[in-house]
């Protein structure tokens, strides 16, 4: 019997060290969290930021690369307004941002292709890690690769030349800082006039807009600028729509935003709708601001409508639902510089 119990007693002695050894040996492979990502947020936080306004776009880089050139490229041939590059001290490194009005066909002789997201809009690198008729110089010195992003009308060209081999390291951490950002309102030189002497308004919009009056009767004046450059490439199109109404329930005190904007003051508002607005259900943003002059009601409201086919299975209840990465403000950016050239005659 005493046996017995010893023995017992060693196997539960034995159960209990291997619990115990098991135990330890759980800590032990349990995973360490690492700081690693936060310690490379704060350096981040340390790059310079290059920004420009003129073209909406920004970004980071490092505290010791400097601005080699900002220039130009506009001939028989380019057509390129602006051309930055960027390099390390060693110069063993370069990054540069293309604006360009034509499009990069040499990605089609890439060698690599890689699906990347900059600031949210997919699109991808096209790598030559050997360069491209480079004779007698060193793949390391002459690689170099490209992302083209088609936005606002025009290409922005994300590059990196010298020791440019893949998207990785330096090159990948400048480049996922890279954000649209809205332009300055100060590129509308070449924009046209538009002047409506009954009733004493005026304004300019883009030239690649047409205006056209919809509605023109004693009571109602309804007149739209479309289409607005696109500045998010989901959606079909943007408008600017002008209504002039008599005075009443468009203009009556309300607890809408207060804004001004250009020479007038209006009251605000923004909405979303999934309804029937162009013959199918149609997502639609739109922001809308009224003021009154005189004995007549302004309304001027800035439409957004999405292609057909991102269509969710649910109606969504607003915008950010519908569409997480939707910017009001890029988006309804040249509506809003239209508005702000508005000017009342009479």
Known sequence: MNKILNIVGVLIALAAIGAGVYSMSQKEIAPVVSDENQVENEELKEWKTYKNEEYGFEFKYPQDWKIKSEKSVIDSVNKIPLLIYIT??????????????????LKNEAL???SVTIDTISSSVYIFPNGYECYNAKPEDCSFFKIPIQYNGLWYNLGATKNARSYSGI???IFSTFKFIVPSRGSNSDWKTYKNEEYGFEFKYPSTSNVRVEEDSPQRFNLSISPLPKTNQKTVSTQL???VRDRGDYCEDSKNKKVYIGEVDYDTYDGFTYGVIVGDKTPHYFRSFITQKSNKCVVATIHAWWTSNNHPSAQPKDVQQ?????DPDVETNYGMQVL???????
């Open 340 to 346: 702000e050239s508005l000017k009342f005659t009479k």
């Open 241 to 243: 729509e002008f209504l």
């Open 112 to 114: 690599k292709k890689e």
């Open 171 to 173: 090159y990948k951490d």
């Open 322 to 326: 519908f569409d997480p990465n939707f």
């Open 88 to 105: 390390d001290e060693s110069v063993q490194h370069t990054v540069y941002i293309e604006v360009n009005e034509k499009e990069w066909l």
